[in-house]
């Protein structure tokens, strides 16, 4: 199961960097993400917009954080054993993992390869 929902990852997240690619070079302005203020941003359900039927809302809206500097080491320096989970991203012969049991608590990363940016989301 654990390999399944591996390789279900590894095929998202290669077809979002083939749309990227596919999109040509043109991606628009490039903006710094950290400077963006969460309380700015709309948020309906503060706005006063009813939640859908049956739809409990447990956090408020970005309540959780991404990582926005993710740290990296060497394949052969990681401490983790051979089972563990790790969404894996290659591209352009770079090659990075992200291990799930961090994922579980922060949802997403957000990286780049080079000057292409990506979300490594959970």
């Known amino acids: ?9 590894v095929v998202f997240i290669a077809i979002g ?3 990227v690619a596919v999109g ?9 993400i950290t400077s963006i203020d969460p309380n700015a941003v709309f948020d309906p359900v503060r706005a006063g917009d009813e939640l859908p039927p049956g739809f409990r809302q447990l956090l408020p809206r ?3 954080q991404p990582i ?3 740290q990296f080491v060497r394949a ?8 563990t989970l790790v ?3 290659e ?4 090659a990075k993992a992200y291990p799930v049991s961090y994922l579980n608590r922060r949802e997403m990363v957000v990286d780049r390869f080079g000057d292409i940016p990506i979300l490594v989301t959970w």
């Open 24 to 32: 040509g070079t043109d991606r628009g302005p490039a903006i710094d």
């Open 1 to 9: 199961m654990r390999s399944l929902a591996f390789v279900a990852a």
């Open 62 to 64: 970005d309540a959780i």
């Open 91 to 94: 591209l352009g012969g770079e």
């Open 17 to 19: 960097l083939l749309f």
């Open 68 to 70: 926005y500097v993710p």
């Open 76 to 83: 052969t320096e990681a401490s983790w054993d051979d089972e």
């Open 87 to 89: 969404i894996g991203v």
